[in-house]
């Protein structure tokens, strides 16, 4: 049955200019910008069965103007969740479009999409620059959502013509892109993709998951993503750093020379393959304000098996040309693009390049629960990609590898269940989705190995009180890691931990520590003893249930217990 679903947008605009900025969700926070500062729009979708128009919200002003915007499943939906509506607001000062999923069901996959943005996002929330480039007098925002093999699309038109100047034609939006991620984990037929009776409904389940891909399993890798001299370093998985509250599950290679600028160096494809997943990202993840345009990158080398690129600073003439065709809509074409071993598939400088492996027939055993991850599916698979190399290849890359403990890797899946030590969300957060458009890592928190040298004890969360960096979010090292987060249960009661700045020093030179690490020897994290962070208490109440108190620029003689202003994190 066809489910009609209509989203009624309440633009309050008083006389005095001051407006009422209404955010999604059920928060309202008052607002007094210039006439052409925020506005903000309250989408709510409900099912309707009638022809009859939805009536208005009721409003104090009864006169003020109202703005209809209808949202509706796309011609190509399948039926699924009945619920699933969508809540925006338009801020027109910052060209910043958010968006909430409202009624998904649990498990499900949610990706976004908007004819105003390149970008996409996944998850429950979506924020998005408009691009200049596409500013029309109606945005259209999708977000598709699968479960199982039944995949729902529903589209909201706003009205953003206020945006549009005056001598400014505009051609009429396309189709927003749509993209069907991973199930987890994928099991996939060996269906020929070129059987002479193939139709969309015998189509093999790999190529409706990855477009263009064939097969499963892993393969061997023939070269690294740069050249051996155009990079200084690899940084391994599971760092901390900004909005990456818990460890991170890509690597990262370090130019030979960041000062050189963008565009710097090539960046070349490891094995044969198809990128299937393939988009720009113009705004800064930590702040959501504008930057020069980035690449992101995802190859399907088989139907199982992936790696990664990100940060990429330009593409490839030719791969950006083939993009351009159909942007990476598959309601346009899109089938994604072959690529051979050792192709120049852009260009990186100024900046790292992240990298990663993703094998989707593998599933990590250090998350207790891997569903908490939906909202980045490919997490849950990562692996070490050292492996895949071939012998020679391989040990360049392990020389430039900060990391020279097992696993050289790195690691990001800490948990123990009934042990502190992992990652945590705060309760009723939504795990790590979040539940708000902004700052989804604000509810995060990990305690967990650093990255380069595991004896060492991280603390991370997702708001520090007093951090000043873009993303609030902050890590530290733990000064004496006792005892254990390992070992620490409901039994240890209230523990206290000092928190501290670190470095790195050389194992044989313990005296030159530095946040600048180079891959020669192996490198050990130790606390700055100038640096004066505070204290964190921990309590595990509940085997999955801990109590959280941080206390910065304290003395760890001036903390014994709790306040009420504690918070309780979850997993």
Known sequence: MEINLKLTILLLLPAVLILLLVACGDS??????????????KAIA????????????PSADTSTPVAKVETKPSSTSEKGGSDLRVDCSLDTEQLRVSCQAVGYQPGSWLNWTSTASWAYGGGSQWQFIIDAELIAPTTQVSLEECKASICTTTTTSIDTSALVPED???????????????????RVSETPSSSPDESPGNTPTEEVEFPGCKGTGTIEFDQSPMRYEDF??????????GAHVTPIDHMYFTPMDRSLGRDSYEVRAIADGVLWDLGPRDVHTDTGEKKKREWRMVFAHTCTFHSYFDLLTSLAPDILAEWEETRGNRNEGWKGIPIKSGQVVGR?????????????????????????????????????????FPAGVRKVLLQKNLRKVEPVAGKIDHDIDGKLTGNWFEVD????????????????????????????????????????????????????AEPNPKNVGINEGIVKYELAEYCYSPVD?????????????????????????GVVLVQMIEDRLLKVEAFP????????????AAKLYER
């Open 28 to 41: 309202q926070t008052a607002d007094t910008p210039t006439p052409e500062a925020k506005v903000a729009a």
């Open 46 to 57: 409900q099912p309707t069965s009638t022809q009859e128009p939805p009536k208005p919200e």
């Open 168 to 186: 400014t034609t505009y051609r009429t939006a396309s189709p927003a892109p749509s993209r069907t991620p991973a199930k987890e984990p994928i």
């Open 232 to 241: 200084a370093a690899i940084e391994p998985y599971g760092l901390l750093a």
């Open 348 to 388: 990186i400088g100024g900046q790292t390049l992240d990298f990663g492996v993703y094998d989707y027939e593998i599933v990590l055993d250090g998350f207790i629960f891997p569903e908490h991850y939906d909202s980045e599916p490919w997490k849950i698979h990562t692996v070490d990609p050292f492996p895949y």
């Open 429 to 480: 957060t939504n795990w790590y989705a979040s539940k708000g458009r902004d700052r989804y890592w604000a509810g995060h928190l990990a305690i967990v190995p650093n990255h380069i040298d595991p004896t060492a004890w991280m603390f991370s969360i997702g708001h520090w009180t007093g951090e000043e960096t873009s993303s609030g979010a902050a890590n530290f090292i733990i000064v004496n």
């Open 509 to 533: 030179d313990m005296d030159n520590c530095s946040k600048i690490h180079t891959p020669a020897k192996q490198l050990l994290a130790r606390p700055n003893p100038q640096s004066d962070i």
């Open 553 to 564: 620029g304290r003395k760890i003689t001036e903390v014994e217990s709790f306040t009420s």
